[in-house]
């Protein structure tokens, strides 16, 4: 019986030393992750990598526009439309795309702006 206790104790100190040693393990890789996150958020490529992927995002979503705003048409294709709602349909699809464009060479001025600034740096 005093063998029996003993060895559950022996296992649950071993349970509770083998658990302190893994969250120990776990707040020091932790802590490591964040050091390294802290030193590539102040490496200037770093920087320039996340402009970069924000522009792409910014230039899909027009790309997405323009595709979609090609796509103005009637709901049902069989019906003929009358030449008023046609030149209107045309003229919404020519608004919206010098929209789009309009801000595509907004975006690449200002991309253009900062690559200026970083040359000069």
């Known amino acids: 019986m005093l063998v029996a206790i ?8 071993a349970i509770v ?3 302190y040693f893994a969250a120990k ?3 020091t890789e932790k802590a490591i ?3 390294i996150a ?11 990598v996340r402009d970069l992927r924000e522009l792409n995002g910014v230039m899909r979503n027009l790309l997405i526009d323009f595709v979609e705003s090609e796509d103005i048409k ?8 009358a030449p008023d709602e046609r030149k209107r349909l045309h003229l919404m699809r020519e ?3 010098r929209e789009i464009y309009a801000e595509a060479l907004m975006l690449l ?3 253009d702006v900062l690559q200026d600034k970083s040359t000069v740096e």
């Open 6 to 13: 003993a060895v559950v104790s022996l296992s649950l100190c």
């Open 109 to 111: 001025r200002q991309t």
């Open 95 to 97: 608004e919206r795309r």
């Open 74 to 81: 009637p709901q049902s294709s069989g019906v003929t439309l």
């Open 17 to 19: 030393f083998a658990r």
């Open 25 to 27: 393990t776990r707040l």
């Open 38 to 48: 802290r030193r590539l958020h102040t490496i200037p490529l770093a920087a320039e």
């Open 33 to 35: 992750d964040q050091a």
